[in-house]
DNA sequence: ATTAGCAATCAGAAAAAGAGAGTGCTATTT
DNA sequence: AAATAGCACTCTCTTTTTCTGATTGCTAAT
């Protein structure tokens, strides 16, 4: 159990660490706390005993450890409300009505990234309840159409089709067998709806059954996988903190913001608070933050996520995804 | 005027550079050539004289120079073939007619990427001989709606719609008009015909006109806009060279390649040839060369580019744009 | 025209030297 | 008992020096 002063101390030295970059020196803290240099000296050596500070070397100043950063989030960190300015900024945004959603998102979390430097994430699912709302397909010559797929929640999907030798005719009353007998089947149980149900109609009042069969199963079975978006937004931020200055490390941390399973194991244990993976949690790099949250709309639902350098101001992004996650769940569930 | 075995040292320097990443040493020369070291030196001085080669300190080996390069590539390069296994690779992706034409381009050039360890680049224009070809909407709920746009090329788009009290009839009577009047109109032009020729009609039999006009001309407006696809494959590539092992320099090329006009001044000057950008040439940086070429099919045209290091193989990157180039350009036109 | 031979040059690695920041510890004061 | 002043010590970071090896340019010989 830490003591008030050392909490204090504590408290101080990450802040400064987190703005300054640098091993704080019992100089600097003494100063904000009117007492000798010698004194916090023997606070540190307790603090760094009790494993929540580092050094970087034998008579360098102390730096936070992963458990000092740990208990300075859960403990130590001011919640205050977002700022201002901020705010103001973001607002129009939202303001926005225009936008889709996800554009909106996407929007908020580059203007995030512009004025933190930190990196962004975006992921948002494609929902599992989407049913089919309306099926319609655009004949663009002899050969080739336009298929439109239209769900109950506004999700839309187009896939171009090329079938040689199939008659306008037939292609006409299978999208109408289609949308006569399926509109409102759940995307994901369409394939099998097609092939015990449509199928045996098709095949008695269609010429070219097999093929537009075929045609439309495909579709089908493309736009019914389970998909996520993924969005990073910011990336070159990464350059941007001293932490990084290393190539190989700037491209390992690049490919990781590549590769879609390591972003789309951010989201996992979908939890409505904010969460805060530090260091080696964040499963990027040693020297990463990660802070996440989810949101859930009738629509949609995703998980947004602030990557930046352990030495990262925590509070702040806290408040600016807190800002966001609530705006997109006012803004449409509220509406 | 080079001598014959000035250009054949050259070439031998050029391409032994371009494997070794090393100034190249005239031992490494003279054994290629039969003749001794310091014969080499010789016209070594000449082709430093004559402004194509460059050392890097007074007694390193040489490095092409830029005019180096130049020459090289107009006048020694070998022009042969795509190599057997590459073109494999590739052909596989052609060969797969379910995709979109814009999904087999941006694939093939993932492959390339990935073989050559270079950065590509898709630029696609949006075509302004789009015509409308078909306009529908599907109503979600009661506020909202979604546009769907068909062009005769196959081009969709769709944007969501919110309006508040507006009756169905109404919305289904604007689009019919829509579908009456526009069909066939180029995109660009649209907007101005739905101001003199849809506005004074709806007025007459839709009653929410107001607001219903206002809607679609955002809606078309927003979709004529002359926008260009900007498509960048194979950052992280970048890496993977020697010459960006500085992190100034890595950061600098990864902000221009995400760099809206940076990126789209590639296109300029449509060509049907292959063009070689070297050095300052490429407008990204001085070490980085640029391949480009442009496709032009019935449906689309865009241009597609290979980044690389100055230091590029540049006969290996020709020869694989050109095939592309060609598969493109068969696959659309051809059939 | 080509080549052998050799001093001269310079990058890059390794080693040495110097400066400064900050600590830990001890003795002293409060 | 807690806080502080004082000082030797440690270690990084920077600069300087030394050393080695690769490669050249030049001169004289073939």
Redesign the interface.
């Known amino acids: 159990m830490l003591t008030k002063r050392q909490n204090e101390i504590l408290k101080l030295i990450v802040m400064s660490y987190i703005k300054l970059a640098h091993p704080v020196p019992s100089s600097l803290i003494c100063e904000e706390l009117n007492c000798s240099s010698a004194t916090v000296r023997n606070e540190m050596v307790a603090l760094e005993e009790a494993g929540y500070l580092e050094k970087t070397h034998t008579s360098s100043g102390r730096v936070p450890s992963e458990a000092g950063y740990r208990y300075y989030v859960d403990n130590l960190m001011d919640k205050a409300n977002i700022n201002k300015d901020e705010e103001y900024k973001l607002q129009t945004i939202f303001a926005n009505?225009?936008l889709?959603l996800s554009d909106v998102i996407t929007k908020s979390l580059q203007i995030v990234s512009d004025m933190t430097l930190y990196t962004s994430v975006i992921l948002d699912e494609k929902s599992h309840e989407n049913k089919l709302?309306?099926i319609?397909v655009?004949p663009?010559n002899n050969t080739?159409m336009?298929v439109?797929i239209?769900t109950?929640?506004?999700y839309?999907e187009?896939k171009?089709l090329?079938l040689d030798d199939v008659s306008l005719d037939d292609i006409k009353n299978t999208v109408k067998l289609i949308n006569d007998l399926i509109v409102g089947t759940p995307i994901d149980e369409i394939s099998s709806k097609l092939e015990f149900d449509i199928k045996p109609i098709i095949s008695k009042y269609v010429k070219q059954h097999e093929m537009l069969y075929k045609a439309f199963y495909?579709v089908f079975e493309d736009i019914s996988k389970p998909g996520s978006n993924i969005n990073v937004v910011g990336?070159?931020n990464i350059?941007k903190h001293k932490e990084f200055?290393?190539?190989d490390k700037?491209?390992d941390i690049?490919?990781k913001l590549?590769d879609k399973d390591t972003m789309l194991s951010i989201k996992e244990e979908n939890d409505n608070d904010i969460k805060v993976y530090i260091g080696h949690e964040s499963n990027l790099d040693d020297d990463v933050t990660v802070i996440k949250t989810s949101y859930k709309t009738d629509k949609d639902n995703g998980t947004i996520a602030i990557i930046g350098p352990k030495r990262m101001e925590y509070s702040r992004v806290v408040n600016l995804l807190d800002y966001i996650k609530k705006q997109i769940e006012r803004d449409e569930n509220g509406k």
Chains 1, 2 share one sequence.
Do not use: C, M, T, W
Request: charged residues 40%.
């Open positions: 009505r225009q889709e709302k309306e319609s655009v663009i080739e336009v439109l239209v109950d929640k506004g839309v187009h171009d090329r495909n990336k070159n350059f200055n290393d190539i700037v491209q690049f490919e590549d």
